[in-house]
């Protein structure tokens, strides 16, 4: 009955050296994962300076944790340019790095503008008083009436009208006279006079109807019939009943608009299209597309607008387009043969824009672009990078993220374990923290997490016994006002800490 209790010591002692290996081995199997490589810590993608001795999620913004792996801690990072990143295969398959090669090519460029339709200066009537008179009456035109050739806009009054009408009859007259009596006169000299004197009706105004209604009828009416010098639509009229006018006063302004132009803004690089190019004219207001040509005509500059003005032709098939109507126009530009890379592969800040480019196996450093132009999915190149260079297309926003962040000194120190980190983690070469390395403007400090924080990215604030302190997130915050007094005496013990031992992690 005595060795009972002594036989269940042993087995008690032999279950917990058991359950002791077993924690060791799968503490071991879970440090050495990716073909044996030792997992250091873990740390937050969006703020590496978050350390964890196990995977799970991050506090603040819930991302899955990454491992660091034996090789990878900061000390790597101190023979790269300025702003390089060097990922593991591990952590680019995490991001969603993806890499494409610049490369020459040629293409075409879809362009969108706006343009206006205006008469063709070709086919426009300006109608223009030969003389000083009045307007005896006045035809039902009013702007917008489709006129016929030859048809009455107006009938005008002057005494030059009766002295030119005179000479015609008069001279008419003598003609007969001449043909009836016995004198030899040549027939061409009398068609030349003849044509001299309806020629000064012309230029007065008159039509071809009424100069032959006098030369048969003999009379003088003294006044004359203002006609359409052909079909278009009335855009002006600056006549009115009884109103007096002078010579060289326009009176009316009528364009044939069978066939109209279409003045399209562009700017200077889109200003060389062939004449002749087909373009896609789409009218909002009639809800109408239509095709045009580029004319021959150079574009000219416009003040107002600073574009280019260029000149498209097309028909207008019962004048459904009318003067001073927008339009959109569309069409395609050849893109010379350039360097070009992706259009995804280019980060954008608004003053500089740039990309990644892989300089090695892992390594990622930013580069400064000059775009030339775009097209399709692709942009050209000027300068920044050179053919063949592999360039971060996808995945490059979280990359860009943790460049910034490593070059604003954010990493972790790693010439002591971090509060949190495995007990057994190697440290690295002599990485500095935050504290140590940045500059005074950049010194803030989440009280709760410790994590470094720039003062034009402090999003929450609280106030307690008369100091303000600054969160990286809504949960620090609220660890914070739960129990303010153990984060304030937490922080002064932090503060009188050597740089390169502060704590920089989360609960």
Not at 74 to 98: D, E, F, K, N
Not at 382 to 394: K, Q, T
Request: charged fraction near 25%; hydrophobic fraction near 35%.
């Amino acid at each position: 009955m005595k060795r009972t209790p002594a036989i269940l010591a042993i087995a008690t002692g032999l279950l917990l050296l058991g359950f002791a290996a077993g924690r060791l081995a799968g503490r071991h199997g879970a440090e050495t994962t990716n073909a044996g490589r030792r997992v250091l810590y873990y740390v937050d993608p969006m703020h590496p300076s978050y350390h964890s001795d196990k995977p799970g999620v991050a506090p603040d913004c819930g991302m899955a944790l990454v491992p660091v792996y034996e090789g990878e801690n900061s000390s790597t990072q101190a023979s790269l340019a300025a702003g390089a990143v060097r990922l593991s295969p591990q952590r680019q398959q995490l991001i969603g790095i993806g890499v494409a090669t610049a490369s020459k090519s040629a293409g075409t460029r879809k362009v969108r503008t706006t343009g206006r339709i205006v008469p063709d200066d070709n086919r426009l009537y300006r109608i223009v008083a030969g003389f000083d008179g009045w307007v005896e009456s006045l035809g039902n035109n009013p702007p917008g009436t489709l006129v016929k050739k030859n048809q009455v806009l107006a009938t005008l009054y002057s005494p030059e009208i009766r002295a030119a009408e005179a000479n015609y009859v008069g001279f008419m007259a003598g003609v007969e006279r001449l043909k009836q009596g016995s004198t030899q006169t040549d027939p061409r000299t009398l068609e030349e006079s003849a044509r001299v004197n309806e020629e000064q009706l012309r230029l007065l105004g008159m039509g071809e109807e009424q100069i032959k209604q006098i030369g048969m009828g003999h009379r003088v009416s003294s006044n004359l019939d203002l006609v359409a010098p052909g079909d278009g639509i009335v855009l002006w009229r600056g006549a009115s009943p009884h109103q007096r006018f002078e010579k060289g006063a326009e009176l009316f302004r009528i364009a044939d608009l069978s066939k109209i132009w279409i003045a399209a803004d562009i700017h200077g690089e889109d200003s060389e299209l062939p004449a002749g190019t087909r373009v896609k004219v789409n009218v909002p207001e009639i809800h109408k597309t239509i095709e045009a040509t580029v004319s021959t005509s150079t574009p000219l500059f416009d003040e107002g607008s600073r574009t280019l003005k260029l000149r498209l032709e097309a028909d207008n098939p019962g004048n459904l387009l009318r003067p001073d109507m927008f339009v959109d126009v569309e069409f395609e530009v050849r893109v010379p043969k350039g360097l070009s890379i992706p259009a995804e592969a280019v980060i954008d800040s608004g003053l500089r824009k740039i990309v990644y480019v892989e300089t090695s196996d892992g390594v990622f450093e930013p580069r400064a672009v000059e775009i030339a132009g775009t097209y399709g999915d692709r942009v050209t190149i000027a300068g920044g990078i050179s053919e063949n260079d592999r360039l971060v297309v996808s995945g490059n926003f979280l990359l860009d993220s943790e460049s910034r962040m490593r070059s604003a000194g954010t990493e972790p120190s790693s010439s002591k374990p971090a509060i949190g980190d495995a007990p057994h983690a190697k440290t690295g070469g002599a990485m500095q923290s935050m504290a140590h390395t940045a500059p005074l403007s950049m010194q803030l400090q989440d009280p709760v997490c410790g994590m470094p924080l720039k003062p034009s990215e402090v999003a929450f604030k609280e106030s307690y016994k008369g100091r303000e302190y600054n969160f990286c997130s809504d949960t620090c915050r609220k660890k914070f006002l739960a129990d303010p007094e153990r984060y304030v005496a937490q922080k002064a013990a932090n503060a009188s800490t050597p740089p390169d031992q502060a704590a920089h992690v989360h609960d």
